[in-house]
Structure formats: structure tokens, C-alpha cells
């Protein structure tokens, strides 16, 4: 998954209704933590492969590692992390 820190949906939304998207800018939580989850994480929890790429120069090579997790039949995530624009 390509993962820009950000829910599109809801910017998305907000942008066409409302012309803004500074509503979702400030991804926090009422107790003032950062809220993004750790989808490699949640993918090794539920028996996948998982893995967080932040390098740009590591995504071919995580892909190629993925790959060769699916064609061995197990399920894999990428949390390839973007900007957030």
C-alpha cells in the first residue's frame, strides 16, 4: 500500500464539500498522540508478511521480497510510506 499518513476519504470529502482540507491536517488523538497505524505490524499479527518501507531505494527490493512471500502462498503487506501530500 502506498501510504501518505492521511485519510483520503475524509479529505477528499471535506474538499469537495467544504473547499478545505485543513480538517485532516492534524492527524491527532484527543490525548494528543499522533494516530497512524502500523499496517506491517497489524499484517504479521494476523500471520501475513509484513514490512514498513520509508527508503525509496528499498521499495524494489521489498517488493521483490514480497513477491516471493505470495508465490511461497503467504499473504504480504508493504506499508510503503509517503508524504503526506
Given at each position: 500500500?502506498?501510504?501518505?499518513?492521511?485519510?483520503?476519504?475524509a479529505r477528499g470529502s471535506q474538499k469537495a464539500v467544504l473547499g478545505v482540507i485543513e480538517l485532516t491536517d492534524d492527524y491527532a488523538h484527543e490525548a494528543g498522540v499522533e494516530f497512524?497505524?502500523?499496517y506491517a505490524t497489524i499484517a504479521r499479527a494476523s500471520g501475513a508478511y509484513g514490512r514498513?518501507?520509508?527508503d525509496?531505494?528499498?521499495v524494489i527490493p521489498a517488493r521483490h521480497e514480497a513477491m516471493?512471500?505470495?508465490?511461497?502462498?503467504?499473504?504480504a503487506v508493504l506499508d510503503v510510506r509517503l508524504g503526506r501530500d
Open positions: 500500500m502506498f501510504n501518505n499518513q492521511g485519510y483520503g476519504v497512524m497505524p502500523d514498513t518501507v520509508e525509496p531505494a528499498e516471493e512471500k505470495v508465490q511461497a502462498g503467504r499473504t
